[in-house]
């Protein structure tokens, strides 16, 4: 299975732009790019995914390299809630198998 | 929608105690994952089922560990005998045809 990289931590201003990066060079044609996020002492939570095309939902947007081998997660106003690890998954798609990576830890400060 | 529901929320054994965790999917969602979060080694898949059927054991990490489905709105992940180093957050997640959804997990401490 193809491998994701992110960074360990990030920290953003509240109500500040936050674009977490994630590189995925070993992608294949058919993996889709997931991305979730787990707040603390919760479960991870969807976000947002995607393909090929950059895509947005009211959580965030998802910016994907022409080339697939990297994605950026774009919080366009980071509040204290998004506070959490965001990782950064590859996928078929039948969306059955998901693996972690380490995840980038997000701390916005007020 | 409920959500995916674990039980218990907490559990803290002794070592060489067999310890059941149980997963209640979310309905209409054929498949059911479980996984295993802990600081060294992140969140780790375990075992996932297509319409009940156990597809990938591959994550399991030793005979100690079986997971079975009898039902579509029921899975349990058993542990016997259970050691100090299966401590973790044990998370079921559900779908259908779609990104997971997770439960809230189960803290699992082995003393």
């Known amino acids: 299975d193809a491998k994701t990289t992110q960074p360990n931590s990030m920290e953003s201003n509240e109500e500040e732009p936050v674009h977490l990066p994630c590189n995925h060079s070993?992608?294949?044609?058919?993996?889709?790019i997931h991305w979730y996020r787990q707040l603390p002492s919760q479960g991870p939570e969807y976000v947002i995914h995607?393909?090929?095309s950059n895509v947005n939902n009211r959580m965030a947007s998802l910016a994907i390299a022409e080339d697939r081998k990297s994605s950026t997660l774009i919080l366009h106003r980071a509040t204290l809630r998004d506070a959490a690890v965001y990782y950064c998954i590859l996928s078929k798609d039948n969306f059955n198998k998901f693996y972690f990576g380490s995840g980038t830890k997000l701390n916005v400060k007020p | 929608d409920a959500g995916v529901i674990q039980s218990p929320r907490h559990e803290v054994t002794e070592m060489g105690q067999e310890v059941t965790l149980r997963c209640k999917p979310i309905s209409g969602h054929n498949s059911l994952f479980w996984y295993r979060q802990t600081m060294m080694r992140g969140l780790e898949l375990l075992i996932y089922?297509?319409?009940?059927?156990?597809?990938?054991d591959s994550g399991m990490p030793e005979d100690r560990f079986s997971a079975k489905m009898p039902n579509a709105s029921f899975s349990t992940l058993k542990i016997q005998p259970s050691e100090p180093r299966d401590s973790a957050v044990y998370f079921c997640a559900s779908s259908l045809k779609g990104q997971p959804k997770f439960g809230a997990g189960t803290r699992l401490s082995v003393l």
């Open positions: 995607g393909l090929t």
């Open positions: 089922f297509n319409n009940n059927v156990p597809i990938d």
């Open positions: 070993t992608i294949s044609g058919t993996d889709y």
